[in-house]
């Protein structure tokens, strides 16, 4: 776009605000990792499942973007304390009303088993459960994302679901070359104090994943996710195919639920 013409584009609150985003080298994989998720969650739902865990869930808006969708669901938001207690602030400063269908859990994952957190809730071990977890792994150790898949597929019953996101391994050899969107935003999480420290290696991931009790079902990269959801490139994105979205399922060989 010209000077001139985004100057002119940009007079208006909103299309500033929708500039900024789009500015922003995560905003492609925030959106399309959001419609993979809740395509998946919408399939889980007509399978049965009747619970929604948000694992990390930030500043998630899916309770607020999707009511009737949402009232479907027992929805339960997982955070570190003070993330929640902002998240909460705001609602009520926005005037959105809480509701019977969501649950906040504040826990320090870091000190706090998923499933200790959860026993605090009204939430049923016992029923087939929908986890999502995205935008956290790479920002964890390789220990700590594999004792949190462990503490996933020992807390719901066999059958449930988890989506996660975590980018491919070789991003931390010398070896790696990679493309300037997925650079982008490794410096810019890195600028604020957070750097990415650990993913997985794609080859190995259903692996290492049936040996936490779970089973891959799916794994799209960047470049095949944007390929399903902006085919013809009318949002413009900008895959990394470094960034990687996958899909599991709880087998019930680890944990308190695990098969006979």
Not at 178 to 205: C, N, R
Not at 206 to 222: A, P, V, W
Request: charged residues 20%; proline residues 4%.
């Amino acid at each position: 776009m010209e000077p001139d013409a985004r100057a002119k584009a940009l007079r208006s609150s909103n299309a500033a605000f929708d500039y900024g985003l789009r500015a922003n080298a995560a905003y492609p994989d925030n959106i399309v990792r959001a419609r993979y998720t809740e395509d998946a969650l919408k399939a889980a739902v007509a399978r049965g499942v009747s619970q929604y865990v948000i694992i990390g869930a930030g500043f998630d808006s899916f309770s607020c973007r999707r009511p009737a969708y949402a009232d479907q669901l027992n929805i339960y938001e997982v955070d570190h304390p003070a993330t929640q207690g902002l998240k909460r602030q705001r609602l009520m400063d926005c005037g959105v009303p809480s509701s019977e269908y969501l649950h906040f859990i504040s826990a320090d994952l870091s000190v706090e088993e998923l499933g200790d957190a959860l026993a605090r809730s009204p939430f049923q071990p016992s029923e087939l459960t929908f986890f999502s977890w995205l935008g956290v792994t790479m920002y964890l150790t390789r220990d700590s994302n594999l004792r949190t898949l462990r503490a996933i597929a020992s807390c719901a019953a066999p059958g449930s679901e988890l989506v996660f996101t975590y980018v491919d391994e070789t991003v931390f050899t010398s070896a790696y070359v990679g493309t300037a969107s997925f650079h982008a935003l490794k410096a810019q999480v890195a600028a604020i104090g957070e750097p990415f420290l650990s993913g997985f290696d794609p080859g190995t991931l259903e692996e290492q994943l049936l040996g936490t009790g779970l089973q891959l079902l799916d794994d799209l990269n960047g470049d095949q996710a944007v390929a399903r959801y902006d085919e013809k490139g009318a949002n413009q994105f900008k895959s990394a195919a470094e960034a990687h979205i996958a899909r599991a399922s709880i087998v019930g060989t680890s944990g308190p639920n695990a098969a006979a």
